[in-house]
């Protein structure tokens, strides 16, 4: 295992609904709640959006939403805006000598 | 406001060395544990290494253990990596990414400094 698996774009119309999935394994995602989820615009630094697989930071907007079943994690943004538009990342941690496996990334494109 | 700044980065030939830096303001940097990442077009994210508060204990991803080097100056608040044997592979932009004890993700990251390694 080497990277958790994201879908490499996902598109919605403002004011839609889209979920992100991200999917790893028995031995990651699927064994305990430490999941995470980053957006990041062009050229800027990652910015956490939920931690714990549910967690929102203070300040991050309820608009995003996480969630988990089995193996697979997923990030759901309602209400989609133009903001929204950026690269989004899963990630685990985990307690082999990797520590973190991150996700292949996901482009979001608001139509 | 929490701010990380990352200093230090540039065009280094394989088999040279750098030293990033990465600058904390904004919060009590000794209580936090810090941790670097670099990120490439190709690969992605990649967790690169970690440091804890007391700057005794550190952790490297095998990709850079052995070549790179993480330390800190709490009285400096200041965060450091030391990169020597630099491949090719080691071109990315790194980050320094605070992380509080006892938890798994990052909450603050730095904008990120651009290391290419090239012939």
């Known amino acids: 295992q080497s990277a958790l698996t994201q879908p490499a774009s996902v598109s919605g119309s403002p004011g839609q609904s889209i979920t992100i999935s991200c999917t790893g394994t028995?031995?990651?995602?699927?064994?305990?709640?430490?999941v995470s989820w980053y957006q990041q615009h062009p050229g800027k630094a990652p910015k956490l959006l939920v931690f714990d697989v549910t967690n929102r930071p203070s300040g991050v907007s309820n608009r995003f939403s996480g969630s988990k079943s089995g193996n697979t994690a997923s990030l759901t943004i309602s209400a989609l805006q133009a903001e929204d538009e950026a690269d989004y990342y899963c990630?685990?941690?985990?307690?082999?000598?990797?520590?973190?496996?991150f996700g292949t990334g996901t482009k979001v494109t608001v139509l | 406001e929490v701010q990380l700044v990352e200093s230090g980065g540039g065009f280094i030939q394989p088999g040279g060395s750098l030293r990033l830096s990465c600058a904390a303001s904004g919060f009590t940097f000794s209580s936090y544990e810090m941790n670097w990442l670099r990120q490439t077009p190709g690969e992605g994210l990649e967790w690169v290494s970690y440091i804890n508060s007391g700057d005794d204990t550190t952790y490297y991803a095998d990709s850079v253990k052995g070549r790179f080097t993480t330390s800190r100056d709490n009285a400096k608040n200041s965060l450091y990596l030391q990169m020597n044997s630099l491949r090719v592979e080691d071109t990315a932009v790194y980050y320094c990414?605070?992380?509080?004890?006892?938890?798994?993700?990052?909450?603050?990251w730095g904008q990120g400094a651009l290391v290419t390694v090239s012939s």
């Open positions: 028995s031995s990651d995602v699927g064994s305990h709640n430490r």
């Open positions: 990630t685990s941690f985990t307690n082999t000598r990797v520590f973190y496996f």
């Open positions: 990414a605070r992380k509080l004890y006892g938890t798994t993700y990052f909450d603050y």
